[in-house]
């Protein structure tokens, strides 16, 4: 039996402080801002573990709980038009514009269950089985539960008579194995009816006001990957050559996207559930002891992989457009495209520049 409990908190704190002088403060007449953020992370796990062992039957079993939070807190200050600046940021009285204040709190719960069993017969035959349910505070109120069952089977051949008698190999075990995994890695309140500021003037005075921000979506649902996994390992010539293998085959539905919203609506996008993407692959690993003495040991991995991604649906679409929020000079340079690999960039071919 174990427990733990667990609290990260992280304080960041900067300022910046431009003068007239410089290109940043010059048309703002000297520019300031204070940006305080803070995060606090807490996780709490209790596991259970079983393990019993009769002649040539093996049994194994474990069951977890845990349960976590997330708070963030985003604190910023902007003040500009400074007529004295040689104190720089320690005297912002003589400011004569300032930003409207911003303190957003964003949080964010979750709990996971998971049960897993184990058996093995004469260490030749594996079995093991899982099964694991999430609730996330992110997604739509019909769907916080996601359920992901999971199977494997191990059978290590070399261990059978007929292999043993071959004198071929030290290890030959065949593995095959299904299991499925979610994803909820989405802003918070993406299913949520969220209200925006917004600032007008009214009468001859400036007025605060809400406006709708989103669209609710109760319906937002877990994204889901289902892989399915053939392996083969294999060690010969007394443990100095081994390979392992595997073969995979991965499917995930109910992509998490932003979407974008007719314009009719009076919002621009939204979270949706839509589409599905494969991913297929193979990995091979070959690792060699070439020498190993007492006073000199040399060992060699030589790796290979493939992989190969290909958008399957994407709903009422043929093709959908990103853009990537660190780059300000590109507009809608990625693109998802029904038939195609996933992350294609899309822009203008240059044929010569001219002096």
Do not use: C
Request: aromatic share 14%.
């Amino acid at each position: 039996w174990y427990t733990s409990y667990g609290v990260n908190r992280f304080r960041n704190t900067d300022s910046n402080f431009y003068p007239s002088t410089v290109r940043r403060g010059f048309n703002s007449n000297g520019f300031a801002r204070f940006r305080a953020r803070n995060y606090e992370n807490t996780n709490f796990q209790t596991r259970l573990n079983y393990y019993q062992r009769i002649k040539k039957h093996s049994f194994n079993a474990t069951a977890v709980f845990e349960a976590r939070t997330q708070d963030v807190n985003l604190q910023t200050f902007g003040a500009s038009n400074l007529e004295e600046q040689s104190l720089g940021l320690f005297d912002l009285s003589s400011a004569s514009q300032s930003e409207f204040p911003v303190n957003i709190l964003q949080e964010n719960n979750a709990a996971s269950y998971l049960a897993r069993v184990g058996y093995t017969y004469a260490d030749k035959y594996m079995l093991t089985a899982s099964f694991r349910a999430d609730a996330d505070s992110r997604f739509g109120s019909n769907n916080k539960w996601g359920y992901f069952p999971s199977v494997a089977l191990g059978w290590v051949a070399s261990d059978e008579k007929f292999m043993k008698d071959l004198n071929a190999f030290d290890l030959f075990k065949l593995r095959l194995s299904y299991g499925e995994t979610g994803n909820s890695q989405i802003p918070t309140y993406q299913s949520l009816a969220r209200l925006n500021t917004q600032r007008y003037i009214f009468g001859d005075a400036l007025a605060v006001g809400q406006v709708p921000g989103s669209v609710p979506n109760p319906d937002l649902r877990w994204e889901i990957t289902s892989q399915y996994n053939v392996g083969l390992d294999l060690a010969f010539l007394n443990d100095r050559v081994s390979v392992t293998a595997d073969a995979y085959y991965k499917e995930t539905n109910d992509l998490l996207l932003d979407v974008q919203l007719p314009l009719t609506s009076g919002f621009n996008s939204a979270v949706k559930n839509i589409g599905s993407i494969s991913n297929k692959g193979f990995e091979l690993a070959l690792s060699t002891i070439n020498i190993d003495t007492e006073d000199f040991r040399w060992n060699t991995t030589f790796t290979f992989s493939t992989n190969r991604t290909k958008v399957l649906d994407l709903g009422e679409r043929d093709e959908m457009f990103f853009s990537r929020v660190f780059n300000y000079n590109l507009r809608d340079e990625i693109v998802l495209r029904v038939g195609e690999e996933v992350g294609t960039f899309v822009g203008y071919i240059e044929d010569e520049v001219l002096n």
